[in-house]
């Protein structure tokens, strides 16, 4: 069953925590009748949408290996798929090196 994150990330975090603030200020420069808070909201909007972006292209997204380790564990694995000692996976395209055995078993295979 594969697992669902619905767009949490820091990234999304973010980006949503500034827009939301601007949204604020947008609705209280209205309330107010004051413009450069309604001109500021609009200006949060898009500097929220901008870091919304820029931290996920930064590695910060949704999908991003970044958004589920700590910083410490991302730091240390930079280097990982150069590791020539370094266990293949699925993930990498090699399914059959996953199972240890040369791909003879599978999740619905039974053994003798």
């Known amino acids: 069953m594969a697992t669902e994150s619905h767009g949490s990330s820091p990234a999304a975090w973010t980006g949503v925590?500034?827009?939301?603030?601007?949204?604020?200020l947008i609705c209280l420069g209205i309330i107010v009748a004051n413009p450069w808070m309604?001109?500021?909201?609009v200006a949060g909007i898009v500097i929220g949408v901008a870091a919304w972006v820029g931290?996920?292209?930064a590695g910060y997204g949704e999908h991003s290996p970044r958004a589920d380790k700590p910083a410490e564990e991302t730091a240390t694995s930079a280097g990982a798929e150069?590791?020539?000692?370094?266990?293949?996976?699925?993930?990498?395209g090699h399914a059959d090196r996953a199972a240890g055995d040369g791909g003879a078993t599978s999740a619905g295979a039974t053994s003798h």
């Open 17 to 24: 925590g500034i827009i939301l603030l601007a949204s604020a």
């Open 38 to 41: 309604w001109g500021a909201g």
């Open 55 to 57: 931290l996920q292209r």
């Open 82 to 92: 150069n590791d020539p000692g370094r266990k293949r996976g699925p993930a990498d």
